[in-house]
């Protein structure tokens, strides 16, 4: 009879909720990440929740790749969320489509602007604001084993650290103790892919991606930009510190395995490390001949043109960037708050205060934008995937970043005339 009586009362609290629920405004948030980063985005949405009585916001989620597919899926039929969480890589795209809604007027009598890290080429478009800056992620970190130096007796990284301190202690750190040819240490890993190393790689060799207009591509073109991917294939083939590409495969994130010294990676990499079972820490990436140069790669919330909630929809994106939202995802390390008034929030855990140096990078221009373009993902992709043959082993590098210049200027060549009609 109890049983049957809980079992009844649970029942009457679901449908109480459920009727709390549709009597209000509902609107669909939908994002990418993983486990970690939907468990933080779930915490905003039910804190914009509770302080709701007229809005009630669904949060949906997919894998990173599944996010895109789905979403493009859901604007071809006319369905997309409310409120959809955009990467520059897409905004473009997106925005010259009609994709988006046009929030100028709504931004501009909401939103101080001059307390943000606001970076315009993520959020406007052809004179008008289309999204809403909500975070930043820092590009080029250097993540170090603590345990691994300690073990060996090699200093930690530092701001002293240039191209040749780092060589130097990779070599020391690459251990092969059963002397097979294969090392059980590697003494730093350079992620391949744009903002993990590739491009802080390249801007610290005082070389470019894309020329000053972003239509042509400078990886070959630009002799500073070839110094940087020189130093990179080096890594791995003379000074034999770093693995190839073909080792890597199915290796998502060698760092956590806990048999690298070091690797440049990003911040958003820090949810998961926390809970890493060796000791770690940051620095800022090595400098290079032209200095030190990181990315600041940032995202966006979007509210899609054809919602028919749009007022709600910016309602969320206001708590969302505004104080509170922006403070539960900074104490949870989700990401690095836009909001300077929350922004130290983030930083406030003993293996990751270093990063508050690195950050001040920022404020003295070393942190640089993605140079998004329209079909920014394609080009990205080939170039990646053109030089990745060097990396592998299986061409000069030279080769490869002429050949991934010619392919990539073919791409924004068409994206622009596309563009431009």
């Known amino acids: 009879m109890r049983k049957f009586l809980f ?5 009457l609290i679901l449908l109480s909720l459920s009727a709390l629920g549709q009597s209000k405004i509902q609107i669909t948030y939908m994002r990418w990440g993983d486990i970690r980063e939907i468990e933080v985005e779930r915490k905003i949405v039910d804190a914009f929740n509770q302080s709701q009585n ?17 979403l493009q899926n859901r604007i071809a039929a006319g369905n997309a969320p409310d409120v959809m969480l955009i990467s520059g890589a897409y905004f473009i795209d997106l925005a010259s489509k009609g994709v988006f809604k046009d929030i100028t007027d709504w931004a501009k009598k909401d939103i101080n602007f001059k307390n943000y890290y606001y970076n315009p080429e993520l959020c406007e478009w052809d004179g008008k604001i289309y999204a809403m800056i909500r975070d930043i992620t820092l590009g080029g970190i250097m993540f170090y084993n603590k345990d691994i130096f300690d073990k060996y007796k090699i200093k930690y990284p530092d701001w002293s650290w240039d191209w040749n301190k780092w060589i130097e202690a990779a070599q020391k750190l690459t251990i092969d103790e059963n002397k ?34 972003k239509k042509s591509c400078t990886i070959y073109s630009n002799p500073k930009s070839l110094e940087g991917l020189k130093f990179m294939y080096e890594l791995r083939y003379k000074y034999k510190v770093c693995p190839s590409e073909s080792f890597m495969q199915g290796l ?48 966006s919330l979007a509210i899609y043109s054809k919602s028919k909630y749009p007022e709600a929809a910016w ?76 990396w592998q082993g299986k061409v000069d590098i030279e080769k490869a970043a002429k050949t991934a210049e010619d392919r990539v200027n073919k791409i924004l060549q068409e994206a622009w005339k596309k563009l431009e009609k």
């Not at 007229?54 to 789905?70: D, H, R, T």
């Open 7 to 11: 079992i009844s009362l649970i029942s």
């Open 54 to 70: 007229k809005i009630f916001v669904n949060l949906e989620s997919a894998a990173w790749g599944a996010y895109w597919q789905q």
């Open 180 to 213: 097979d040819g294969t090392p059980e240490i590697w003494g730093t890993y350079v992620p391949t892919w744009g903002e993990g190393g590739l491009y802080p790689i390249i801007w610290s060799a005082g070389g470019t991606v894309l020329s000053k207009d």
């Open 252 to 299: 998502s994130d060698p760092f956590m395995t806990g048999n690298f010294a070091t690797t440049l990676g990003i911040s958003s990499f820090i949810v998961s490390y926390r809970k890493l079972p060796f000791r770690w820490g940051i620095a800022p990436i090595p400098s290079g001949p032209a200095g030190r140069f990181m990315s600041a790669n940032q995202l």
């Open 315 to 390: 309602e969320f994106i206001k708590f969302a960037t505004g104080p509170k939202g922006q403070e539960i995802m900074g104490k949870e390390h989700q990401a690095i708050p836009a909001l300077k008034l929350k922004t130290r929030v983030y930083f406030d855990d003993p293996n990751i205060k270093s990063a508050l140096t690195i950050f001040s990078l920022y404020e003295k221009g070393q942190l640089k934008s993605l140079e998004f373009t329209p079909s920014w993902l394609e080009w990205n992709n080939m170039l990646e995937t053109t030089l990745g043959y060097a």
